[in-house]
């Protein structure tokens, strides 16, 4: 499976942006999206099961919503009241049954003051 992110860019504090990651065929398992900022470990966001529960990482639900269509294959992570904390670049991610770890190519969120 390959994973295609999309809509990253620049954006002022206090704004929006949505993510959206295209998966190459239909993912049974929990997709995700993770970050990492420049000097720092990649963390978690947020995953979603299939069945569309959410699972959000340490001070990411109250800004952050991740949301899947199984139809279409896609996770889309809308972020809102964006802080320069949270420059970063984020991950689509799906870990397969097999215990392979999948992930897109990441999308650039630069949050200015």
């Known amino acids: 499976v390959q994973l295609q992110a999309s809509g990253g860019g620049l954006v002022q504090a206090g704004g929006s942006l949505r993510l959206s990651c295209q998966a190459s065929?239909?993912?049974?398992?929990?997709m995700g999206w993770y970050r990492q900022a420049p000097g720092k470990q990649r963390e978690l966001v947020a995953t979603i099961t299939r069945g569309h529960f959410p699972n959000y990482g340490n001070s990411m639900r109250d800004r952050f919503s991740i949301s899947r269509d199984n139809d279409k294959n896609t996770v889309s992570l809308q972020m809102s009241n964006l802080e320069p904390e949270d420059t970063a670049v984020y991950y689509c991610h799906v870990q397969l049954r097999t215990g392979v770890d999948v992930w897109g190519r990441g999308t650039q969120v630069t949050v200015s003051s």
């Open positions: 065929r239909s993912i049974a398992e929990d």
